[in-house]
């Protein structure tokens, strides 16, 4: 008996099926991500926790100890530390494009800093996981299974809104296998799918435009190369990564000489900062790198800031070039697209993986649809019944008073009506209410709403146009609620000169390779180019323009051999350096120039700072005026040695933006203006207005009345003139020396009498400026002269100029040139 129990199987055989289940065990329990919701099994189950305890972005944080008691006692049957690590890097904004949950305490750092424990770390869902991918999840959207103890069910997949597995990346190490997907940018996958749905047969070109590379959370930038094209095409590549870097000047204490430093702002993905600085100061010590004096670490809640300090005579771009050489600075990330399908690994590329999310938010949003209309179908049935039992209430009342037990009342409306067992329920426990006309006149909308509904729905479920409509408009609205601007610096492999990486001596090299009479301009629209003196003459820029569909008029137009600073300033009140140097012949976008620090930000004003040929005389002081009416000075010297990175120069409440930036000169006049036409006047003088620090929040300059709005300021000289313009088209050049000087916070006087009562003074400007261009709300734009228009007094209404109907003016914009 005992010898039929037992079975002779070879030791191979046995170990290879054994192995074999033990590694696809580890592939679909473990390592690999879902195509569909781009989630392992523990983040799945951490989610879907979390969103059992109703931690969601409206609710308070809970401790983590909770929520990993929770996955380990239900879902999970791992070890807690491992749960708490895969919680803590769910919630790391290094770590994950969009993270999915919302941490409060301290979750590590690019320094590879531990977590502190999870008794001590709160935690919630974020806003992008509770609702793009949780929020379905009660309307029948994917199939459930039981826990491993049967005491549970669980989701076998999120009903995802967004691919995630492209959005946050992903890196799991499995059996035999592993797989490495880099994160990207929202906006751009979410065009991607549209332009799927739109055109099924979409070229790969315009695929590989449309995501031309990933979007690290920590910025630096990525070298395109083919190592691009086969991670799309193929499915595995190598992505080569660059820390950003710059060559600053950098004074080592009072009285000694400036050095150069390289200043690294930004590493490559996921490279341990201090872990970075201690090899360098191992290869230094070793002399392996020569020419280095020092090693700093200046990084803040602002941004990172590594200072590497050369000593005398070290040519700054060729120690740069050795960090790229001889250390992670510059980097490769291997990627490789792996994830489960049907519950098989499968490598894929880029258009396959977009396709087979695109299936299964089909699938979703046809499976919401039928739980939606079976529940509206559900309602209207009562309603039905309700209504039906209304109009003959006299009857139903008879029927029930004649029965004499209360069990057979539901049988006999049945027969006696045609009722279904719902609809009899219904009536039964109907309250005395509803029998008011109201009530009836409430049931007979909510009856026709959900016949509406009703035929919506049939019509989503019948025609795949719909259904695709569908998804298109969800993405837009998930695109414009949770797309941001690209971190990651997309380069050619063969240029490497621009932004921020670039250095002294490059930029003296361009600079000396331009002809000395070409010109930088920057037009309204954001485009920065360099231009030969014989094309201004053909932009004719002295010319009028009346009103239309004109290219946007330039804002910035400057002698290159002057070697101009230009400083960009955001309505989040931050200030920057443009590095316009590797500006070329074809126009490119400012945001190219500009410090990672203030990518995202508004720009509201770029304005030229000490030029050798005097275009602007030395100004004392920068003015900063709030939306609040809140204004201060800083001194010009604050200005002089800004880094490659932007700073904060002015403390804002929360609503309140940085709204004009104005060249101070002492004993001149500072005009404010609001929307109602009223302007203040005050002279610039140091007991008047003094100098403040840079995290002060201003003085307050002009209180506003109830519906009012700052609209701007201007320094002009005591015999000067300012440009007003109203949003009904109401333009008037007005004489300074009619305005009274006031003090702070009085009301002023009214500049400019509207010709429309509902019309507003939208914007002013210094009449020193020659050339102005007025942009219109319908996209149009017209180019004045200031030389054109009469100076006038206090009482004068200035011209009007003619603008279409519903057409509005929205600001002047003065071309600033040598």
């Not at 379905?136 to 005491?151: A, C, L, M, Q, Y």
């Not at 820390?243 to 400036?258: D, N, T, W």
């Not at 098989?344 to 977009?354: G, K, W």
């Not at 949003?727 to 003090?743: A, C, D, P, W, Y």
Request: proline share 5%.
């Amino acid at each position: 008996m005992v010898e039929e129990r037992i079975q002779s199987i070879a030791l191979h055989h046995e170990m290879q099926r054994s192995y074999l289940e033990y590694a696809m065990s580890v592939i679909v329990g473990r390592a690999l991500p879902d195509v569909r919701d781009g989630l392992k099994p523990v983040q799945r189950r951490i989610l879907y926790a979390m969103h059992e305890l109703d931690l969601t972005p409206n609710h308070a944080y809970r401790k983590c100890a909770r929520v990993v008691g929770d996955v380990l006692g239900k879902y999970h049957p791992h070890g807690d530390q491992a749960v708490y690590d895969a919680l803590v890097r769910l919630a790391q904004n290094f770590a994950n494009r969009h993270p999915l949950l919302d941490g409060h305490g301290n979750f590590g750092s690019v320094d590879d800093d531990p977590p502190a424990a999870m008794r001590y770390t709160e935690i919630r869902l974020a806003l992008i996981a509770s609702d793009g991918l949780l929020s379905e999840i009660g309307s029948s959207t994917v199939e459930f299974t039981p826990n491993f103890d049967n005491s549970q069910h669980e989701p076998i997949v999120l009903p995802a809104q967004l691919p995630f597995l492209l959005l946050n990346g992903c890196s799991g190490i499995a059996v035999g296998m592993a797989t490495s997907v880099p994160p990207h940018n929202l906006g751009e996958i979410v065009n991607a799918l549209i332009a799927i749905i739109q055109k099924p047969n979409l070229s790969d070109k315009t695929l590989l435009d449309l995501i031309p590379g990933p979007d690290f959370p920590t910025g630096g930038e990525v070298l395109i190369n083919k190592g691009i094209q086969e991670t799309y095409l193929e499915g595995r590549g190598s992505i080569t990564m660059r820390g950003v870097a710059h060559i600053e000047e950098v004074r080592l204490s009072k009285g000694r000489h400036r050095r150069f430093a390289v200043v690294i702002t930004e590493l490559p993905y996921q490279l341990n900062k201090a872990g970075w600085i201690e090899k360098l100061a191992e290869k230094v010590n070793y002399g392996k790198i020569i020419g280095i004096s020092d090693i700093r670490d200046e990084s803040d809640r602002d941004g990172t800031r590594l200072v590497v300090e050369l000593r005398k005579d070290t040519e700054p771009e060729k120690v740069l070039s050795i960090l790229e050489r001889r250390t992670s600075f510059k980097t490769n990330f291997s990627s490789i697209i792996l994830a489960l399908v049907d519950g098989q690994p499968v490598q894929l590329n880029l258009r396959q993986l977009l396709e087979h999310f695109l299936s299964y938010r089909e699938i979703t949003i046809i499976r919401r649809t039928q739980y939606t209309l079976k529940r509206k179908e559900n309602r209207l049935e009562v309603v039905e019944g309700l209504l039906r039992a209304l109009f003959s209430l006299t009857r139903i009342v008879e029927i029930i008073q004649a029965l004499t037990e209360s069990s057979n009342a539901k049988l006999n409306l049945r027969v006696h009506f045609d009722l279904s067992d719902i609809q009899s329920d219904a009536i039964l426990n109907m309250p005395l209410r509803r029998l008011t006309s109201f009530e009836k006149e409430n049931l007979h909308i909510e009856a026709n709403s959900l016949r509406l509904d009703r035929k919506k729905l049939n019509n989503l479920l019948k025609k795949r146009e719909a259904l695709l409509s569908t998804i298109m408009n969800e993405l837009k609205n998930l695109k414009k609620r949770f797309a941001t601007p690209r971190r990651t610096r997309l380069r050619e492999e063969s240029f490497n000169l621009l932004n921020s990486s670039a250095n002294v001596s490059q930029q003296e090299q361009i600079l000396e390779n331009l002809p000395k009479t070409n010109q930088l301009i920057i037009s309204h629209d954001g485009q920065v180019q360099i231009i030969a003196p014989q094309l201004i003459n053909h932009l004719h820029l002295e010319a009028t323009l009346t009103s239309g569909h004109h290219p946007s008029p330039p804002q910035l137009l400057l002698p290159i051999s002057q070697h101009p600073s230009i400083l960009i300033f955001s309505s989040s009140g931050r200030v920057g350096l443009l590095r316009w140097e590797f500006a070329e012949q074809q126009p490119r976008n400012i945001s190219e120039f500009l410090p990672n620090s203030l990518l995202g930000d508004q720009v509201i004003q770029i304005l030229p700072l000490n030029l050798e040929a005097n275009l602007i005389p030395s100004v004392s002081s920068i003015g900063l005026l709030s939306s609040d009416g809140h204004f201060k000075r800083l001194p010009i010297e604050e200005f002089h040695d800004l880094s490659g990175r932007a700073v904060t120069i002015l403390r804002l409440k929360e609503g309140v933006s940085l709204l004009r930036v104005v060249e101070c000169f002492e004993n001149e006049e500072l005009i404010i203006g609001s929307s109602l036409g009223r302007l203040l006047k005050i002279r610039i003088q140091t007991n008047i207005l003094p100098m403040m620090k840079r995290t002060a929040q201003g003085t307050l300059l002009l209180k506003l009345l109830p519906g009012e709005t700052v609209i701007g300021a201007t320094c002009i000289k005591e015999e000067g003139s300012l440009m007003l313009a109203t949003t009904k088209g109401q333009i008037k050049r007005l004489n300074s020396s009619s305005l009274r000087s006031f003090e702070r916070c009085q009301l002023g006087q009214i500049g400019l009498r509207f010709r429309d009562s509902d019309d507003a003074l939208v914007d002013l400007q210094s009449a020193k400026i020659e050339v102005m261009s007025g942009q219109l709300s319908s996209g149009r734009n017209f180019r004045l002269r200031v030389a054109d228009w009469e100076a006038e007094d206090i009482n004068g209404m200035g011209k009007k100029i003619e603008l279409l109907k519903g057409e509005q003016l929205k600001r002047l914009i003065p071309l600033v040139r040598s």
